[in-house]
């Protein structure tokens, strides 16, 4: 599986940005996709995930603002992101989860500013 993302950038606060990520290769079974994302410092952490079903999962700090979408004719995940604040700055890695494996794509620079 491999993943392109796109769609980070430099945002003021209150602003918005939408990444996407799109999925080629065996991309048959993807039981998932979702994104997250590693501050300086910090830990990877999930931001939202998208089941095969529809089914969807937020980080507690993104409810609300955030919005997981998938188009699955066109293999890709979205990442709407409303009201962002200084402290969503980060990496975000795009993530398929397919038959018990984790496949990352390469990460995507969004810097919010204060």
């Known amino acids: 599986v491999q993943l392109q993302a796109c769609g980070g950038g430099l945002v003021q606060a209150g602003g918005s940005l939408r990444l996407s990520c799109a999925a080629s290769g065996s991309i048959v079974a993807i039981d998932a996709m979702g994104w997250y994302r590693q501050a300086p410092g910090n830990q990877r952490e999930l931001v939202a995930t998208?089941?095969?079903?529809?089914?969807?999962n937020y980080a507690n700090s993104v409810k609300g603002r955030f919005t997981i979408s998938r188009d699955t004719t066109k293999n890709t995940v979205y990442l709407q992101m409303n009201s962002l604040k200084p402290e969503d700055t980060a990496i975000y890695y795009c993530?398929?989860?397919?038959?018990?494996?984790?496949?990352w794509g390469q990460g995507t620079q969004v810097t919010v500013s204060s």
């Open positions: 998208i089941t095969s079903g529809g089914t969807t």
């Open positions: 993530n398929v989860y397919r038959i018990r494996n984790n496949y």
